[in-house]
C-alpha cells in the first residue's frame, strides 16, 4: 500500500512539473532594441508567435500582422516577431537595421525580438518548445519557412500552427481569435 500510494504521488509530481513547463511563460528573449521580453508578461492574452524576414516573397504579410495587432491588441492579442535568417539568408540584417526596415515599409508596432534561429543545430530553445510534443505537450511541427505563426492561449499554451503562406488574417486565425 505504501508503495502504490509513493508511486501515485511521484507520477503527480511528474505530472505538475512536466505541465509547468508546457506553457510560453518560461521563456525569456531579448527584443530588437536589446532589452529583455519575458512572456510571463503575457498571461491572459492570445500571443501569435511568427518567424519573420526582410527579403522574402511573403515579407508583405507584415502589412497584415500589424493591421491584425492594431485591430485586436485591446482585446487582449499580441503578436510577437523574430527575424530568422534560416531559409536562402532572407534576413541578412542586423537588429537595427531590421527594426528600420519593418517600421519605415510595415508601420510594425508589434514586438519584435532580436533575431534568432527557428531550426537547426542552433535553434532557440522558445523554436524547441513550439515545434516539440514532448516540450509543448500538443503537437510536434517543423518549421516550413518564414512567417510561420503558433497560437498561444491565454493560459501560455499551445493552440495550433498555421503555416507561411496562409495570411495572419486568415479566416482560421480570425475564428481563434473571437473564440
Known amino acids: 500500500m505504501k508503495k502504490m500510494l509513493f508511486t501515485l504521488l ?32 503575457l498571461k491572459g492574452k492570445k500571443v501569435m508567435v511568427v518567424n519573420t524576414a526582410s527579403k522574402c516573397g511573403l515579407t508583405p504579410q507584415y502589412k497584415d500582422l ?3 495587432y492594431e485591430k485586436y491588441k485591446e482585446e487582449n492579442f499580441v503578436i ?3 527575424p530568422a535568417n534560416n531559409f536562402l539568408r532572407q534576413e541578412p ?23 534568432i534561429s527557428v531550426k537547426g543545430d542552433d535553434m532557440h530553445p522558445l523554436y524547441h518548445w513550439l515545434t516539440q510534443k514532448s516540450e509543448n505537450g500538443v503537437m510536434d511541427s517543423k518549421i516550413k519557412w518564414n ?25 482560421k486565425v480570425l475564428n481563434w481569435l473571437k473564440n
Open 80 to 82: 510577437v516577431g523574430f
Open 10 to 41: 511521484l507520477m503527480i509530481s511528474c505530472t505538475v512539473i512536466v505541465s509547468a513547463q508546457q506553457n510560453i511563460y518560461q521563456f525569456k528573449v531579448q527584443t530588437i532594441d536589446g532589452s529583455e521580453f519575458d512572456f510571463s508578461q
Open 66 to 68: 500589424e493591421s491584425l
Open 93 to 115: 540584417g542586423t537588429d537595427a537595421e531590421i527594426k528600420t526596415f519593418c517600421t519605415k515599409n510595415y508601420g510594425v508596432t508589434f514586438p519584435m525580438m532580436s533575431k
Open 147 to 171: 512567417f510561420q505563426k503558433y497560437l498561444i492561449d491565454e493560459n501560455g499554451h499551445l493552440v495550433d500552427v498555421v503555416y507561411p503562406k496562409t495570411k495572419p488574417n486568415s479566416e
